[in-house]
């Protein structure tokens, strides 16, 4: 079976295309390396497609003799899309359009989406359920959610099986530290490494679900297959919360410099300030169940950055 990749020499998509190719699927990208690297690909045995998801004639030769399409591809990070709302539009709404056009086309078995939990925006209960309205707080989460509207309707109208998965602050190898619009594990990461405190947005207190790639992958595979899950919108996380400031201080002590004391800077606009999954729909429609703990990835991803682990 071929799967397309949109977004794969990105963070999350290099990872799933190793997982996709371990199992014996052929794995043709598209990627635009844009915000993705073509160093995520190193050792990675697939066909590489360099393109725009704007550009609708090569969405469709991407797409063509494909059975699934995993859609990562996007512009990812709510500061970017508060900076150009424009261009966050085009991509991930445009483009996922022209996926789903494309995939419709070319008798694509299902379309797996990849969402986000800014759809759900500062809402004020503690665990985050499919059964919310949204309240998107950035342009990146409505982008996200129209997105997600496409594919349900795709659905409903053309009979495309669609899924859409919302993910919860997926960290792990390969992550960008560089980028200005990086996460926060990786810039973390990065300043500890450096010998400089971490700097946290607000006062730490907010929190998040951070989950392992790994554990993302595997709701990927696992919506690609599942009988009863085409239509649906699912959280995928590991169903726990973590404050930033007990994610910095995780991190100096992995890193042995508990002595550098984090310091403050004001809250971003457009960040939420508590996110936590309930993945019971996940766990009954798909099977799924996290697989690697927040605090395994956590030492898997250090230890990466700082150059102990190579993963495969």
Do not use: W
């Amino acid at each position: 079976m071929r799967c397309l990749i949109t977004g794969g020499a990105g963070f999350i998509g290099s990872n799933l295309a190793r997982v996709l190719l371990a199992r014996g699927f052929d794995v043709r990208i598209l990627d635009d390396l844009s915000t993705g690297r073509e160093s995520n690909l190193d050792g990675v045995d697939c066909e590489f497609v360099r393109g725009d998801l704007r550009d609708a004639a090569t969405v469709d030769k991407a797409v063509a003799g494909c059975s699934r399409v995993f859609h990562l591809g996007a512009l990812p990070s709510v500061p970017r899309s508060i900076a150009d709302p424009v261009r966050s539009n085009e991509v991930n709404v445009l483009g996922t359009l022209n996926v789903l056009e494309a995939s419709r086309r070319s008798g694509v078995g299902r379309v797996i989406f990849a969402s986000s939990s800014s759809i759900y925006g500062d809402q004020p209960v503690a665990v985050k359920s499919e059964d919310l309205a949204p309240r998107p707080m950035s342009p990146y989460a409505v982008s996200k959610l129209a997105a997600e509207k496409y594919c349900q309707v795709f659905y409903g109208v053309y009979g495309l099986e669609t899924v859409c998965l919302r993910y919860f602050n997926v960290f792990g190898p390969r992550q960008d530290p560089d980028s200005p619009y990086a996460a926060v594990i990786p810039i973390f990461t990065r300043r500890i490494l450096e010998g400089l405190p971490p700097l946290i947005n607000g006062d730490g207190c907010q929190s998040r679900d951070f989950t392992f790639v790994e554990n993302v992958v595997e709701g990927n595979l696992r919506a690609a297959e599942a009988p009863g899950a085409a239509g649906m919108v699912m959280n995928v996380a590991c169903g726990g919360s973590i404050s930033v400031n007990r994610l910095a201080g995780e991190i100096a002590r992995l890193l042995d410099r508990e002595d550098l004391v984090p310091v403050h800077a004001p809250a971003r606009p457009g960040d939420v300030r508590d996110s936590m999954a309930d993945i019971g729909l996940a766990r009954r429609v798909l099977g799924y169940e996290p697989i690697v703990t927040f605090e395994e990835g956590l030492r898997r991803t250090v230890g990466f950055m700082a150059g102990d682990t190579v993963p495969v």
